[in-house]
């Protein structure tokens, strides 16, 4: 319809007995019946062929027509069936270049003379001419010809021969090979008869496979090395790759025609444009990070540009705080928007197609409630106001605008099809009416475009190459075109992609508003939630972010649920290169090293990389070590166990960086259970090898406390690994996410991380262990 898609009416069902009568064999005609879109296009070819019945070599190449037929070049189906009727086009050769041909011209007028010579119509190859290339070939093989006999592979000899004349009579050129090997070879031999025995690939030695494993890896995928190679380019948006169908059995085919093509490309100078379009209705989750990963990074990898577009049509949700968060959050992602947009600045634009849209009777004002308008859609029933005149609902839009008519009495509805299985395709609101100042566009307006008007539209205004979305979009992908073929606009290429699911967490931004606006959390940055500001409150960068978002890739498989270690593994793998480490006590309990004198302190070396040179003096920080030192309470015990790598009466740990200690004796309080103090003995020589290992802080200076911080523990927000399909989510939640404030006591040398000029600091808590809760991020 119009210029953007080629209407068409469906065939009818067909029987058996007419597949038959084409000539083709039984099991192909009941597939052929299986599959309703095989059927239905072999109905149609049929139809423009006018006939009942032909031979089987005419049935065969109609067959391919109606399974392998272009669906952009749907204009110049019957022009093609009339050669292979007239037997211009006689061959599966010819009909394959008829094919590539038209798939190139399109929709476009048909050069008949080109179209000719590319099919070879009219082009006769002799059996002389047959003969002779034979020879030739034969002569050209005659060495693997004797030394394989019978076992040659025949079908790369008649490859080479058509290739010379791909508009010979395949079935000649073989019989004709056949003949002159046999003339060449004479009568099988016994060994002619034997299948030869495929060689099997030689395994290495065991002891090579090893070193090979060891030398290399697998060579990545050209699509995990650059996830973008899916994508089509620009100058390729002419092919049909969506169908509406409607009820009436009507097929709309989307696609642009060369015109409109063109002036897309000289618009955009060929360059991909893609958009990143969330609503400023709350923060953005890291389910965004993967939508700005894809439309971003498209248009960097293919040096294009990516709008940052906020789809604004909600007058009564946008808030100011969450546009300049999103603006915001952009950038700290590392994304560099081609220009910041509002649907709102189209909305003179969006009007007047609407306008249009009535004109052309593709669009009524009706005057159902929400409520009725559901009914409607379930019965499958049209609006009672669907057949108004064209000029009373031009009139009565105009009193829309206008405010002449009340809130909720009036929405404009576009008129698709309400019988449609689709209920995307069940007239949808085009406009309602919201007597409510708009945040971007003022007042000027108390008519309001809806998402599914609006997104198309303005994805064809801005001249988006690539909209790309969520998998649940893909059942609006109809309506998507059927505005912009109803009006004959551009029309970007769709693709849809995967949601972003994380185990232990809620990614609908309306669970999300609930949990921050009922103070289930403490904000929209709250730790504990998967929002960018949250994560980033908790130190996580936005490189281990998008290199997490790499790593999961680009798919349309859905359902998919991403175990929320593999996020931290990335933030893990980040911080090593990154964040400083300190050693850091939670519950201090108090050391007394007996034979280290009074006063005395030794400033030792730590790391504050995990991979640190040792002979590096600027990735190391100074540990004082005194007499006064404290260990964790966990890491002491009064019976040792071989299990047990800890402190425990008469036994030797090593502290980090620091000297092995051995526990000399226990101090109570007044309760038998309460240890108060361990006294214990350093080894300066460091004679012993020990295996535990333990993270301590000393006294700086005698009888100075260590420095001491506020600290917050968090866990996983929820308990179960999809709260999303409880139906009481809320009970899911962990009432252990956020432990009470405690004090930590931690090494002197923070104070030099940590001064209230810095910018926040990342610090990596505890052992390098998956299941440690690693990361705090806040200022001293």
Known sequence: MGTGGDGEKAAPALPLEALLALGLDQRTAENALVNSKVTANLAAVIAEAGIKECDKSVGNL??????????????????????????????????????????????????????????????VVSIEEIKSTVTDVLEENMEAIKEQRYHINVGTLCGQARKRHPWGDAKTIKEEIDKRLAEILGPKTEADNIKPVKKKKEKPAKVEEKKVAVATSAQPSEEELNPYTIFPQPEENFKVHTEIFFSNGNIWRAHNSKEILEKHLKATGGKVMTRFPPEPNGYLHIGHAKAMFIDFGLAKERNGHCYLRFDDTNPEAEKKEYIDHIQEIVHWMGWEPYKVTYTSDYFQALYEHAVELIRRGLAYVDHQTGDEIKEYREKKMNSPWRDRPIEESLKLFEDMRRGLIAEGAATLRMKQDMQNDNKNMSDLIAYRIKFTPHPHAGDKWCIYPSYDYAHCMVDSLENITHSLCTLEFDIRRPSYYWLLVALGLYQPYVWEYSRLNISNTVMSKRKLNRLVTEKWVDGWDDPRLLTLAGLRRRGVSSTAINSFIRGIGITRSDNSLIRVDRLEYHIREELNKTAPRTMVVLRPLKVVITNLEEGKVLDLDGKMWPDASDTDASS???VPFSRTVYIEKTDFRLKDSKDYYGLAPGKSVMLRYAFPIKCTDVIYGDNPDDIVEIRAEYDPLKTSKLKGVLHWVAEPTPGVEPLKVEVRLFEKLFMSENPAELEDWLGDLNPHSKEATLLWILTPCLRSLCSTEQSPSVIRLGKLDPSDFYIFRRRF
């Open 620 to 622: 190391h920080y100074k």
């Open 62 to 123: 109609l067959y391919a027509v109606a399974t392998k037929y272009p669906t952009n070049a749907l204009v110049h189906r019957p022009v093609l069936i009339k050669y292979v009727l007239s037997t211009k086009i006689k061959n599966p050769a010819q009909l394959d270049a008829a094919l590539s041909f038209l798939t190139n011209t399109g929709p476009d007028s048909l050069d008949v003379e080109k179209f000719e010579e590319a099919c070879g119509v009219g082009v």
